[in-house]
């Protein structure tokens, strides 16, 4: 019989009214799979963990070096899939740092809900089933990390959350999920894991990378406020304006800052790549990475920032961060 393990992590999939009012997380796993209606069919020996109970704005890098640990332990020891039940504000981080982390064929599937289970249409039953069968699905392995939501299959490194209340929140801008759960049954139909694996290096908790967004008028007063001498940041995510921009005046800051630091530019735009040679004006692109800061492909600043702590965590010098984001292209 295959094994499948799921691990709780918190989130409204696993919250309930509280006494003082709005939801807050309490059960556990196994209550979890204990409320999903006809898990005997998928025919598996399904085992339940809490490792956290937290709503997921509070987990920290801590959390996910011990998550990452809990996977491949529950893989080396025998499961056929591993399921993680988690909030979905940060589920994307989540399932990118084990998509780095965890290099097992095993499917890692992350999961969750929009609605917490005592709400009409609750959806954490539903979600938790089709995780579990994806799980189970010879299809999905050595595809990386999979975020399993509404019955769509995506890929840790595209999968972000684009609304704050819907139960479609989750999307794969510019290029769709990679699989569909139909009628219970996982159809999978691409792969979006490049071959970069990273070790869980608990020092990735030492490493502060910060994220700043660029705004119409930013004069640099964060950053500015960041610190320079030294820089209060090991590193730096930049969502940039369109396809990687800053505002002309702050081009001197943030160049300075690129000689210190390792600097990402990334998007705000939500979706699509940085741009490489196409606008020639100060603050554009092809200025920015002349001046030393490294292109984040097609990862998002939240996901960037992801893969350039566990990079630092690792002491990786910046040819070597240049190259890992290469792969993301
Ligand atoms: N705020 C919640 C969390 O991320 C949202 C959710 O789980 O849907 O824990």
Redesign the pocket.
């Known amino acids: 019989m295959s094994k499948v393990a799921v691990i709780g992590m918190?989130?409204?999939?696993a919250m309930a009214p509280s006494a003082s009012g709005g939801i807050v997380p309490s059960l556990a796993a196994d209550d979890l799979v204990a409320s999903v209606p006809g898990l005997a069919t998928l025919d598996a020996k399904i085992t339940a963990t809490t490792l956290r109970s937290l709503?997921?704005?509070s987990l920290g890098f801590a959390d996910l070096v011990e998550l990452s640990d809990r996977v491949r332990a529950e893989i080396a020891g025998g499961a056929d899939g591993v399921v993680i039940t988690h909030?979905?504000?940060?589920i994307e981080e989540t399932a990118f740092f084990l998509d780095l982390t965890v290099p097992e064929d095993a499917p890692v599937v992350v999961t969750?809900?929009?609605r917490h289970p005592e709400a009409p249409g609750a959806d954490g039953p539903a979600n938790l089933y089709a995780a579990i069968s994806v799980a189970l699905a010879p299809a999905a392995r050595g595809l990386g990390c999979l975020v399993v939501m509404s019955d769509e299959v995506h890929g840790a490194r595209f999968v972000r959350k684009s609304h704050t209340s819907s139960t479609g929140a989750f999307v794969s801008p510019g290029f769709g999920p990679l699989g569909l759960v139909v009628e219970g049954d996982p159809r999978i139909r691409g792969a979006a894991r490049v071959g970069l694996t990273l070790p869980a290096d608990p020092r990735v908790v030492e490493r502060r990378v910060g994220m700043v967004t660029m705004a119409l008028g930013d004069d640099g007063t964060l950053l500015r406020l960041a610190g320079m001498d030294p820089p209060a940041f090991d590193g730096l995510v930049i969502a940039g304006l369109g396809a990687g921009h800053v505002p002309a005046a702050i081009v001197p800051l943030v160049a300075e800052l690129a000689a210190r630091v390792p600097v990402v530019l990334s998007t705000r735009t939500g979706s699509g790549s940085v741009l490489r040679q196409t606008y020639g004006y100060p603050g554009s692109e092809r200025d920015l990475l002349e001046r030393g800061l490294i292109h984040s492909g097609f990862l998002d600043p939240a996901k960037a920032r992801v893969l350039l702590q566990l990079l630092l965590a690792s002491n990786a010098e910046k040819p070597e961060i240049i190259a890992a984001f290469d792969q993301y292209r």
């Open positions: 918190g989130g409204t999939i709503p997921s704005p909030g979905t504000d940060t969750g809900a929009m």
